[in-house]
């Protein structure tokens, strides 16, 4: 099985913050990394597929980059709509899926 | 514009079996490019694939799920369903059914959940 693991687990950030999360793969993916963010009561939204690939409709200050092992989710000014958790998801083992346990952004 | 929407009972047993049909529509659920799949969360956790199916039938499903989950697609009624045979506390989640891209196993959309809770 490929285990996905995210760090930070949580994030205490402030609007205009740019923030980083890391993805990490137990196992070479290639470029096969997803990036959704979740808020509170709600279903996940897809923001990026492919590793870097904008979902139609994401605002550009949403960001991904990596392959192999070690991915990012970048957000270069946080707004206060973004304020939310965040979870990678591998589709190499397609159809098989695993996500990784989350990144929740709090306020500061 | 494309809508999923589960339904089923939001309480079941302990020992029962939990059943959850996934409605489709703004899309044909016999897509030769999805596949169609069931996502839960239990309450304050992270997300747990349970599995997927192709509208010709053919499911996956996760390894620590597999022996307890029954997936099934009513292309007439352009549906899909699970069950969750044996349940436990364990099993309390909200429950997503989505369109997942196949070749790609993305998950581009999602239905807005159900709460279905286990408890005698």
């Known amino acids: 099985d490929i285990q996905m693991t995210q760090s930070p687990s949580s994030l205490s950030t402030s609007v205009g913050d740019r923030v980083t999360i890391t993805c990490r793969a137990s196992q070479n993916i290639s470029s096969y990394l997803n990036w959704y963010q979740q808020k509170s009561g709600k279903a996940p939204k897809l923001l990026i597929y492919?590793?870097?690939n904008l979902q139609s409709g994401v605002p550009s200050r949403f960001s991904g980059s990596g392959s192999v092992t070690e991915f990012t989710l970048t957000i270069s000014s946080l707004q206060p709509e973004d304020f939310a958790t965040y979870y990678c998801?591998?589709?190499?083992?397609?159809?098989?899926?695993?996500f990784g346990q989350g990144t929740r952004l709090d306020i500061k | 514009q494309l809508q999923l929407q589960e339904s089923g009972p939001g309480l079941v047993k302990p020992s029962e079996t939990l059943s959850l049909t996934c409605t489709v529509s703004g899309d044909s659920i016999s897509s030769t490019d999805y596949y169609w799949g069931w996502i839960r969360q239990p309450p304050g956790k992270g997300l747990e694939w349970i599995g997927s199916i192709y509208y010709r039938g053919y499911t996956y499903s996760n390894p620590s799920l597999r022996s307890r989950v029954t997936m099934s697609v009513d292309t007439s009624k352009n549906q899909f369903s699970l069950k969750l045979s044996s349940v436990t506390a364990a099993d309390t989640a909200v429950y997503y059914c989505?369109?997942?891209?196949?070749?790609?196993?993305?998950?581009?959309?999602w239905g807005q959940g159900t709460l279905v809770t286990v408890s005698s």
């Open positions: 492919g590793a870097s």
């Open positions: 998801q591998q589709s190499y083992n397609t159809p098989l899926i695993t």
């Open positions: 989505a369109r997942i891209q196949s070749h790609v196993a993305v998950a581009d959309t």
